[in-house]
């Protein structure tokens, strides 16, 4: 469900920018699908032009992320229910994206780590993907990574070993 949070954070930029979801690219969810993701603009682009040089540092610290990191729990606060045809759409586009590929555009994904960024092997992570014409997915890697978004994504990571852990014991051996 990385894509849902990826979905709502490209809505949210193409608002502010008075842009097309189309004319956002590079943007990630790092993570958890839970309120310690961590929505990435360092990397974005918006029509072209660098999404940090385009937004103000404070909405995307003070608002954006939290709005993306709260916003199922805002929605069930509002309808009284979840965004399910949010999240099946959100699925959709990922089905979509698996099977025609993404023209080497990055979307977000929860897959399995292979140690990428510092995540523990073997933990599902959301990553910045690419999707090839072959149904393969590939994270995005070597990406330069700031101190702040360093610690955003240890949070996350770190939230993801404690719920690995605390089901430990049901797990198959």
């Known amino acids: 469900m990385t894509r849902l949070d990826h979905n709502r954070g490209l809505a949210q930029i193409a608002e502010k920018t008075n842009s097309l979801v189309t004319d956002i690219d590079r943007f990630v969810i790092w993570g958890n699908h839970s309120a310690t993701q961590f929505p990435d603009v360092n990397h974005a682009t918006i029509k072209g032009k660098l ?5 103000d540092s404070k909405w995307v610290n003070d608002t954006f992320i939290p709005a993306v990191q709260q916003r199922g729990a805002a929605i069930i606060a509002a309808r009284g229910l979840s965004s399910a045809a949010s999240a099946a759409s959100s699925a959709i586009d990922t089905v979509y994206d698996w099977h025609f590929g993404t023209a080497g555009k990055w979307t977000s994904a929860a897959v399995v780590s ?3 960024y510092g995540v523990e092997k073997g933990l599902v992570y959301s990553y910045p993907v690419v999707f090839n014409e072959k149904k393969q997915w590939e994270v995005v ?5 700031t101190q702040e978004a360093a610690a955003r994504m240890e949070t996350t990571h770190k939230e993801l070993i404690g719920e690995r852990d605390a089901i430990a014991s049901l797990l198959p051996k």
């Open 114 to 116: 292979n140690g990428e």
């Open 51 to 55: 999404a940090i040089d385009v937004l």
């Open 141 to 145: 890697k070597n990406l330069p990574i």
